[in-house]
């Protein structure tokens, strides 16, 4: 991959004359990611103007490669440097070096290994509850009345912010849907989250976190100079927007496999080691994070194509972690799949690769863990149904029944 001063030609990509973002993509992107992937290496999205790779190699390439991809221009598919596009960038995620390093480095080091493993006795604790719950219930929404329960009593205690349902849940969709095109999802996420916004303001400020948390820890690094002004509550904003829904998503994932797959349950319940791959597992079979943008700073080439100064392009992780030439068979669940967690991109890659992924794995490791010991069989009643989010795949029901051991 060399910089190149020749001029760019667009008939150089693939053009692709498919809305990644319809309703009917987001409900059930992957025929839109094969033909991604098959295009080539890197395709034109005619229909917005950008370009997108669905190949794991590329997507690999382009989030490790953050001399040559910026991401100021946003994560999302707009150019938030453009007038008429800003929204507010997080700090972390929508920044690059040297202010990325500085921040990221506080952070790494409030959220380390040793004060996340604190965390996992509590976590272990509140899944044996819920888990009791639901062998009481025997039926249940293993969205609302399990990841989403888990999830929003874990996660919020944890890193010291509060966060009722209604409140966190319509953020989440508006950040997820913000960073999409302005279609319908976009307008009505908007219109759903503003009775909120005051409240979200509150709930990341100084005042509105949780005393002694990692959250409150951030803004004493504001206050010994280590961060600027205005960043404690920013990134505190990040861990919310990358931590919740995302983690509700994932354990969703894993569930909705598990309970179609007995014989992996199976697996997972006579193997204690596999609880920790059947969430690998989940998140590379359904990436919730499902598309990232990166803006080139100048102009440059990738797999053969030429790329103008300020283009978009969108790494599509969802058709990554279903990339034939990286996972045989892709669309089958297994979690037997070697060396899955350095292997998928569902948590990223490179400088900006999930600081929270340790936190996300020892949750739905203390939940899948307590559900293989108490529970026998899991099974569907229904169907399980997606909610169409711009930039993330989600499960909106997941009617299940579980059998006690
Ligand atoms: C299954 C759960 C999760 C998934 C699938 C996920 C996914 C991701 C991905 C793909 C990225 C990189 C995006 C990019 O490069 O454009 C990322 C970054 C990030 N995630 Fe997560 N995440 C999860 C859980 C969490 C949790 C629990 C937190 C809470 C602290 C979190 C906070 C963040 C932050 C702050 C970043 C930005 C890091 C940086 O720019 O240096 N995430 N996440």
Redesign the pocket.
């Known amino acids: 991959m060399t910089t190149t001063a020749e001029p760019v030609a667009l008939r150089d990509a693939p053009v692709l004359d498919i809305d990644p973002y319809a309703i009917e993509v987001l409900l059930d992107p992957y025929p839109f990611h094969e033909a991604l992937r098959e295009a080539g290496p890197v395709a034109y999205i005619a229909p917005h103007g950008i370009y997108a790779v669905g190949r794991h190699a590329e997507a690999k390439t382009v ?1 490790a490669d953050h001399a040559r991809f910026t ?1 100021a221009g946003g ?1 999302g598919i707009q150019d938030i440097r453009k007038p008429g596009e800003f929204r507010i960038p ?1 700090r ?2 929508e920044a690059d070096p040297p202010d ?1 390093t500085k921040i ?1 480095s506080v ?1 790494t080091r409030l ?1 380390s290994p040793l004060v996340i493993r604190r965390w996992k006795e509590g976590f272990e604790r509140k899944a044996e509850s819920l888990v009791e719950q639901l062998l009481a219930q025997r039926e249940f929404d293993g969205v609302e009345d399990c990841a989403e329960r888990f999830v929003l009593e874990a ?1 919020p205690a944890a ?1 010291g912010v509060r966060l009722p349902r209604t409140e966190t849940l319509a953020i989440g969709e508006m950040r997820f849907n913000q960073s999409g095109p302005r279609n319908a999802l976009y307008e009505r996420a908007m219109q759903t989250a503003q009775p909120y916004l005051a409240w979200f303001e509150q709930s990341v400020s100084r005042q509105g976190v949780i005393p002694d948390s990692i959250a409150e820890l951030l803004f004493r690094a504001e206050d010994a100079g280590e961060l600027d002004e205005g960043i404690a509550s920013n ?1 505190v904003r ?2 919310v927007g ?2 919740t829904d ?2 509700i ?2 354990i969703g994932f894993t569930l909705h496999q598990l309970a179609k797959n007995p014989a992996q349950w199976e697996r997972v319940r006579n193997e204690p080691a596999k609880v920790k791959a059947a969430f690998e597992e989940g ?1 590379r079979h359904e990436t ?2 499902q598309v ?1 943008y990166r803006t080139t700073h100048g102009e440059t080439e990738l797999s053969g194509v030429r790329l103008a100064p300020d283009t978009k392009i969108g790494v599509f ?1 969802g058709a990554a972690n279903r990339d034939p030439r990286q996972f045989p068979e892709p669309e089958r669940f297994d979690v037997d799949r070697p060396a899955l967690a350095g292997s998928h991109v ?3 890659n ?8 340790m ?2 794995r020892q949750e739905s490791e203390a939940l899948i863990g307590a559900l293989s010991r108490r529970v026998a069989r899991m099974e569907l009643t229904a169907p399980a149904s997606y909610r169409p989010i711009n930039q993330m795949r989600t499960l909106d029901r997941l009617p299940m029944r579980i059998v006690p051991a």
């Open positions: 989030l991401n994560i997080s972390l995620l990325h990221r952070v959220l996660f890193v990134v990040s861990f990358g931590g995302s983690t998503a994932g998140i919730p994070f990232t992780m569902a948590l990223g490179g400088i900006h690769a999930c600081i929270g992924q936190l996300a």
